[in-house]
């Protein structure tokens, strides 16, 4: 496995381990964590979705990071990079995104961790645009969004295919950040 870590103060950001598996099934299986999503996950999805971000970490050198805790060394969920597996008026594109477990929550770790990545994204990676998405009633998200540079603008709003037509999530709004807007904002 690729041994790529990004530190911050509080935080490390790292390739995924077989003792996050447990932490992280709990959090997927949580209603409040799955709150903005189909469904809770089963514990065999959540391992099946370790499976698939370790793989991509493997593949690319980046990808959703497992996030734990630096003074503890507590997994909290995951925060990082990842390409959209489906079709829409922005792809192909490089997404952030988070998913951190309710205990978690209000301590900035969603801001502190996405801000690392995207300084990698924007670093070595050498991406040009990140986007990050979620359902319009997802405040929190949305929020850290917000506070790590990204802008909305209302057309960029989409319905989000893999959700079913006239489902409460579907519609989604769309956050960019550019090289240039993240380089200001550093």
Same mark, same amino acid.
């Given at each position: 496995m690729t041994e790529l870590s990004l530190s911050t103060d509080r935080l490390v950001l790292r390739q995924w381990r077989e003792s996050d598996r447990e932490p992280f099934a709990?959090?997927?299986a949580? *209603?409040? &964590? +799955?709150?903005?999503?189909? %469904? *809770?996950?089963?514990?065999?999805? =959540?391992?099946?979705? &370790?499976d698939r971000l370790a793989a =991509?970490?493997?593949?690319?050198?980046?990808?959703?990071?497992?996030?734990? &805790?630096?003074? +503890?060394?507590?997994?909290?969920?995951? +925060?990082?990079? =990842? &390409?959209?597996?489906?079709? %829409?008026?922005?792809?192909?594109?490089v997404e952030i995104g988070w998913r951190l477990a309710k205990e978690a929550w209000g301590n900035g770790? %969603?801001?502190e961790a996405a801000r690392a990545a995207l300084a990698y994204g924007f670093g070595p990676a050498g991406l040009e645009e990140i986007v990050s998405f979620t359902s319009t009633t997802n405040m929190p998200s949305q929020r850290v969004m917000q506070r790590i540079g990204m802008t909305h603008d209302e057309a960029d709003d989409f319905d989000h295919v893999r959700l079913p037509d006239g489902h409460p999530l579907q519609r989604h709004v769309l956050y960019r950040i550019n090289r240039a807007q993240w380089e200001a904002t550093r």
């Open positions: 709990a959090l997927n949580d *209603p409040a &964590v +799955t709150e903005h999503f189909l %469904a *809770p996950l089963t514990r065999e999805q =959540s391992d099946d979705l &370790v =991509s970490i493997d593949e690319r050198g980046w990808g959703f990071w497992a996030v734990e &805790v630096r003074e +503890t060394g507590r997994f909290v969920g995951f +925060t990082g990079l =990842s &390409v959209p597996g489906f079709e %829409a008026h922005f792809t192909p594109a770790y %969603a801001t």
